[in-house]
């Protein structure tokens, strides 16, 4: 058998608690985002002197803890949660080592939180301190950690400068947040100067879920995920929420007609699993053959999905193959979510039982081949 080139297309780092206070501008430095501990004894996640989580911060990362415990015990330090892998290059390195993979692509934990959507220079600022840390983190093991620029796209000029400067440092991708910005959606015009420089670059957006789902733009999270009226079901939240921001992501790019302006961007639908995708391409066809007169598209929508779309598969879905066969082989990868509270610590072991049914060529295809094109990585 070849040896195959492994790629985690979903893991994250777990910022560093003073991460903020030590790159933020000094301009910005009073209102940092930082951990501090309240009265009664509880962390807070703090963003712009406003408490955005109190208490079970460990619980953001925690893969080495049991999930239920964690939530049991609001107490325990966010730090705590955090493996050293998850914010220490070198710790990370064995990781991938002892796991077997050849590379890693890293989103942020604490960057999925926040939002500061009023604010677009202090949103750039946040992002441009953390940007800098992820390359610091990145930066001794190219090749190997694959950092991923994260870019608020709350003012249009201001993360076309910050998109530059963070490619021209050498980042592999652009982090998209699966939500429309402003009262628009990503595939609005006035974005059109970023996914065009996308392109010059040939890089990847690379669309992750976000933890904002009383997000009054989204209906669904407003609807179903409304912590003033409903308790935390854990298996309901973590199973479908982040689904259900990625199936209108991918759904509004095509057919907003926005592969037909950039046919050659690409994007990465990145935690939530992958076994969508052919229903989704189904679903817009039969409308499109329906409505279609009215969008006005060049393409069926299932040709975009197969030509600008790639999907991360959770490590033990069983229809990958299928979805090879309805989507297309070249389109799907796999990532652990390490080191996240439903991360999957055992999965290289989880991912070749699920790849088991693959022909060689194509399980090396998902395993990290695909990740390699996508990205333009040195095999």
């Known amino acids: 058998?070849?040896?195959?080139?492994?790629?985690?297309?979903?893991?994250?780092?777990?910022?560093?608690?003073?991460?903020?206070?030590?790159?933020?501008?000094s301009k910005y430095k009073n209102r940092s985002i930082t951990i501090k501990k309240n009265s009664e004894g509880l962390e807070e996640l703090i963003v712009d002197n406003q408490v955005l989580l109190a208490g079970r911060l460990a619980v953001l990362g925690g893969?080495?803890?049991?999930?239920?415990?964690?939530f049991a015990h609001p107490e325990v330090?966010?730090?705590?949660?955090?493996?050293?892998?998850?914010y220490d290059t070198t710790a990370r390195l064995r990781l991938l080592d002892q796991w077997g993979v050849d590379a890693g692509v890293v989103f942020p934990t604490i960057g999925i939180l926040w939002d500061k959507a009023e604010d677009p220079e202090l949103a750039m600022a946040y992002a441009r301190a953390y940007n800098n840390w992820q390359w610091d983190f990145a930066a001794p093991a190219l090749g190997r950690i694959i950092p991923i620029a994260h870019i608020p796209l709350y003012d249009?000029?201001?993360?076309?400068?910050?998109?530059?400067?963070?490619?021209?440092?050498?980042?592999?991708?652009?982090?998209?947040?699966?939500?429309?910005?402003?009262?628009?959606?990503?595939s609005h015009p006035d974005f059109d100067p970023l996914w065009q420089e996308m392109v010059e670059a040939n890089l990847p957006i690379c669309v992750?879920?976000?933890?904002?789902?009383?997000?009054p733009v989204n209906p669904a999270a407003s609807h179903w995920w409304?912590?003033?009226?409903?308790?935390?079901?854990?298996?309901?939240?973590?199973?479908?929420?982040?689904?259900?921001?990625?199936?209108?992501?991918?759904?509004?790019l095509v057919c907003d007609g926005l592969f037909d302006r950039f046919p050659k961007l690409k994007v990465a639908i990145v935690e939530s699993g992958a076994g969508y995708a052919a229903y989704l391409m189904d679903r817009l066809d039969e409308k499109y053959a329906r409505f279609g007169g009215a969008v006005?598209?060049?393409q069926k929508p299932s040709?975009?999905?197969?030509?600008n779309f790639w999907f991360v598969m959770d490590p033990s879905e069983r229809s990958i193959d299928a979805q090879c066969d309805l989507v297309g082989e070249n389109q799907f990868m796999w990532g652990s979510d390490y080191p996240h509270i439903d991360s999957h610590a055992d999965a290289m072991q989880e991912v070749h039982e699920a790849l088991k049914p693959m022909s060689e060529s194509r399980r090396n295809k998902v395993l990290g081949g695909n990740a390699a094109r996508l990205f333009g990585l040195s095999v």
């Open 1 to 25: 058998m070849t040896k195959p080139f492994i790629v985690d297309m979903d893991s994250h780092v777990m910022e560093p608690p003073d991460l903020w206070d030590n790159y933020l501008e």
């Open 63 to 70: 893969v080495d803890h049991d999930a239920m415990d964690l």
């Open 77 to 86: 330090p966010y730090i705590e949660g955090c493996p050293p892998a998850s």
């Open 156 to 186: 249009v000029d201001l993360a076309l400068t910050e998109l530059r400067r963070c490619i021209k440092l050498g980042f592999k991708g652009m982090f998209l947040a699966p939500e429309p910005v402003n009262g628009k959606r990503p």
């Open 208 to 215: 992750h879920l976000i933890v904002r789902f009383n997000r």
């Open 226 to 252: 409304d912590p003033t009226t409903e308790p935390m079901n854990t298996v309901f939240s973590f199973g479908l929420g982040g689904t259900m921001q990625l199936m209108p992501t991918v759904a509004a």
């Open 296 to 298: 006005n598209l060049k």
């Open 303 to 307: 040709e975009y999905i197969r030509e």
